[in-house]
């Protein structure tokens, strides 16, 4: 199984800061890759499809690089309703995969 | 509106059954793949299985192949996962999300549940 290895696992950030978040593949994986926000007790929701694609709804704030291996979540001047956990995913391949997640918190 | 809605959480022994379901409204639920995605209490996300629009492909992880099966009734626009021989390790709580296919190709899972939780424990 490909392997996601996101970092950091934790993050502590001021309002309005910009915030970068890695996630690695353990192989190519072309753009076939996701970012997910989960606020605690809620379900994930889509934010990045297809390394790059912000899905509809989701503040221009947000946005996704990367190819092959290294992929990135950036966000330009965090809100407070970003501090959550993301989690990149992997749908190059079966089984699907997701990373360790990385928890965002307010500093 | 788009809902999903899973049921049939709770609590069994381990070697138990239990089988989820999951509602869906508000779409063409026989135009989309459906997918199941756990997190154990105070974990991180794990996706389960998935299945194809007409129910003939389906794809699991490792750790549930030959224990859970999952389904789907396009006709009463549901989605199940039916889970046998469970243990300690799948408690958590389970969702059910659409795949969603953008116009470049790629996907991902656009609308979920709000879980149901599933405890294996004696």
């Known amino acids: 199984a490909i392997q996601m290895t996101q970092f950091p696992s934790s993050l502590s950030a001021f309002v309005g800061d910009r915030v970068t978040i890695t996630c690695r593949a353990s192989q190519g994986i072309r753009s076939d890759f996701a970012w997910y926000q989960q606020q605690p007790g809620k379900a994930p929701r889509l934010l990045i499809y297809?390394?790059?694609s912000l899905q509809s709804g989701v503040p221009s704030r947000f946005s996704g690089s990367g190819s092959g291996t290294d992929f990135t979540l950036t966000i330009s001047s965090l809100q407070p309703e970003d501090f959550a956990t993301y989690y990149c995913l992997q749908d190059y391949n079966y089984p699907l995969t997701f990373g360790q997640g990385t928890k965002l918190e307010i500093k | 509106e788009v809902q999903l809605v899973e049921s049939g959480g709770g609590l069994v022994q381990p070697g138990g059954s239990l089988r989820l379901s999951c509602a869906a409204s508000?779409?063409?639920?026989?135009?989309?793949?459906m997918t199941w995605v756990r997190q154990a209490p105070g974990k991180g996300l794990e996706w389960v299985a998935n299945?194809?629009?007409?129910?003939?492909?389906?794809y699991y992880v490792d750790s549930v192949k030959g224990r859970f099966t999952i389904s789907r009734d396009n006709a009463k626009n549901s989605l199940y996962l039916q889970m046998n021989s469970l243990r300690a390790e799948d408690t958590a709580a389970y969702y059910c999300a659409r795949d969603f296919y953008g116009g470049s190709g790629y996907h991902g899972f656009d609308y979920w549940g709000q879980g149901t939780l599933v405890t294996v424990s004696s």
């Open positions: 299945i194809r629009q007409d129910g003939s492909d389906k």
């Open positions: 297809g390394a790059s």
């Open positions: 508000g779409f063409t639920f026989s135009s989309y793949w």
